[in-house]
């Protein structure tokens, strides 16, 4: 299964054109794995949101259509962010050229786009000093869920999302776009799901209107029999201005 490659298309959902949830992004260590006080940051239970409904590895069937309010938002193409009582600031489509997070000390420029593999899987970046974006999903500001995702860490040592795990609630981060307009986010919460069960439509799926963000990378424990972490660490954040 495919995402479109058209902007229009690509709202309020993305599960759709996931089929298989990130088992690459962020952790192959070819030579070793860093343990004990090199291991990466473990995000705080307290700051998961508990999950009323088992994970789902199955992602919907559709994608949400926006409200016609919605869409009126963005047919004005508005030089500047508007903001709506229903779903707050939400930008045109650009796409990302930067990623800041300070309180992480996360700094990269250069952001390279990212596709689907053979088997519906989100590719990982081939460098691991540069964070990816879905291309086939929502530019970071726009309407929807927004997705990035970088290494943890290489046989070199720490990568660029070496410390996704130990972001905060309340935290603010800076994605720098095409068009030279800076998205500003605010993260909500920070989450280790199990590779296993995934739950595809929490992290990939309707936004209730609002432009959002994941940051994904990998976490848990190291399997080395098969080079990868178990789990994935996702950062959920929305659009402030």
Known sequence: MSASSEFGDRRGSIAAAVTVVLLVVGGVLVAKSLTGSDAPPQPDASQAEATTSAPSTQPPT????PTSSEAATKSQAPATPQSSSDFGPILEP????SLTIPSIGVRTRGIVDLGLDKNGRLEAPTDFDRAGWYANGPTPGE????????????KAGPAVFYRLGSLKKGATLSVGREDGSTARFLVDRVARYSKADFPTSTVYGDTGGRAELRLITCGGAFDQATGHYVDNIVAFAHLVR
Do not use: E, K, L, M
Not at 143 to 154: M, Q, R, T
């Open 143 to 154: 309407f929807g869920p927004a997705v990035i995702g970088a290494h943890v860490d290489s």
């Open 94 to 97: 650009s796409a990302p050229t």
């Open 62 to 65: 559709s994608t949400q259509t």
